[in-house]
């Protein structure tokens, strides 16, 4: 029997914590194994239901693990890369 779709704000949060562990598999913390256990997270978080909520499921996946990154520029460019 297959397991229940979560609820919408769980996944919400599975994507959130999702793209900060797989943030962590980058160099810094360079914990490679966590780079899968992120992206296991969101096959997780996706499993809801229609496409516009995958979409936004995504965009705080992306969100959470693209602002982190985007520190080392602001120490190569300045503040430009942030607007």
Request: cysteine-free.
């Amino acid at each position: 029997m297959p397991f229940p779709a979560p609820r919408r704000g769980t996944t919400l949060l599975l994507a959130l914590v999702g793209g900060v562990v797989t943030d962590a598999g980058f160099p810094g913390l360079d914990w490679w194994p966590m780079a899968f256990v992120g992206v296991a997270l969101l096959f997780l978080a996706l499993g809801r239901d229609s496409a516009r909520w995958n979409f936004l499921v995504g965009l705080v996946f992306g969100l959470a693990f693209f602002l982190p990154h985007i520190t080392w520029a602001k120490l190569a460019v300045g503040v430009v890369p942030w607007a």
